[in-house]
C-alpha cells in the first residue's frame, strides 16, 4: 500500500465520524437519555434538614453518637442539601436506636465461622418545621450483621451504625 492510498482511505474515514459522531450525540440525547446519579433533594423539596440528637434505647454506650455521625457524613455528601440546627431546619430527622442484640444464626461452625448474627433495629420521623406535619415514619427500621472472625459487638455495633445510617439515607432519599 503506497502512500496516497493510505491518506485516501483516512479522508473517508475522517469524514464518516465527522457525519456519525454529531448523529450519535443526536440520537442520545433527542431519546430523554441522562448521566444517572447527582445529588437526589428532599421530600416536599425542602432545602435543609436538621438532625434530632439521637436517642439511644440500647445497653451499648456511644452508638447513639456513631449513627448521628454517620447520617451526617452522609447528608453531607449530598449537594442539594443542607444541614443546619433543627429549630431552622424546613425537615427535623428523628432517630431513635431501640434494641441491638445477637443469635446465632443456626449454622454449625463448618458453614459460619462466628455463628453470630448481630441486630439493630429503632424507628426513623420526619417532621415539617414549620407545620409540625409529620411527613415519614417507620417504627421498626432493622439492620442485621453477621459476626465475622470474633470482631465481637464492639466492632460490629459500628458497622450496624453505618448500616442503620446508610438504610435511612436510601429510603429518605430514593424510597419516599
Given at each position: 500500500?503506497?502512500?496516497?492510498?493510505i491518506l485516501f482511505a483516512w479522508r473517508i474515514f475522517?469524514?464518516?465520524?465527522?457525519?456519525?459522531?454529531?448523529?450519535?450525540?443526536?440520537?442520545?440525547?433527542?431519546?430523554?437519555?441522562?448521566?444517572?446519579?447527582?445529588?437526589?433533594?428532599?421530600?416536599?423539596?425542602?432545602?435543609?434538614?436538621?438532625?434530632?440528637?439521637?436517642?439511644?434505647?440500647?445497653?451499648?454506650?456511644?452508638?447513639?453518637?456513631?449513627?448521628?455521625?454517620?447520617?451526617?457524613?452522609?447528608?453531607?455528601?449530598?449537594?442539594?442539601?443542607?444541614?443546619?440546627?433543627?429549630?431552622?431546619?424546613?425537615?427535623?430527622?428523628?432517630?431513635?436506636?431501640?434494641?441491638?442484640?445477637?443469635?446465632?444464626?443456626?449454622?454449625?461452625?463448618?458453614?459460619?465461622?462466628?455463628?453470630?448474627?448481630?441486630?439493630?433495629?429503632?424507628?426513623?420521623?420526619?417532621?415539617?418545621?414549620?407545620?409540625?406535619?409529620?411527613?415519614?415514619?417507620?417504627?421498626?427500621?432493622?439492620?442485621?450483621?453477621?459476626?465475622?472472625?470474633?470482631?465481637?459487638?464492639?466492632?460490629?455495633?459500628?458497622?450496624?451504625?453505618?448500616?442503620?445510617?446508610?438504610?435511612?439515607?436510601?429510603?429518605?432519599?430514593?424510597?419516599?
Amino acid at each position: 500500500m503506497n502512500k496516497s492510498n493510505i491518506l485516501f482511505a483516512w479522508r473517508i474515514f475522517s469524514k464518516q465520524i465527522d457525519f456519525f459522531f454529531p448523529v450519535l450525540i443526536l440520537f442520545v440525547a433527542g431519546c430523554g437519555y441522562s448521566i444517572m446519579g447527582g445529588n437526589p433533594p428532599l421530600p416536599m423539596e425542602a432545602k435543609s434538614i436538621g438532625i434530632q440528637p439521637v436517642e439511644n434505647h440500647t445497653f451499648v454506650a456511644g452508638l447513639d453518637t456513631k449513627t448521628n455521625a454517620e447520617i451526617k457524613n452522609l447528608l453531607e455528601t449530598n449537594a442539594s442539601v443542607e444541614i443546619v440546627p433543627a429549630a431552622k431546619a424546613d425537615l427535623q430527622l428523628t432517630i431513635s436506636l431501640n434494641e441491638i442484640r445477637s443469635k446465632t444464626s443456626g449454622l454449625d461452625s463448618l458453614q459460619s465461622a462466628g455463628g453470630l448474627v448481630f441486630f439493630l433495629s429503632g424507628s426513623v420521623e420526619l417532621n415539617q418545621r414549620v407545620e409540625g406535619e409529620m411527613i415519614w415514619i417507620e417504627k421498626n427500621l432493622s439492620v442485621e450483621v453477621a459476626e465475622g472472625n470474633s470482631n465481637g459487638l464492639a466492632t460490629n455495633s459500628l458497622e450496624l451504625s453505618q448500616l442503620f445510617a446508610e438504610k435511612i439515607y436510601h429510603r429518605l432519599f430514593l424510597e419516599f
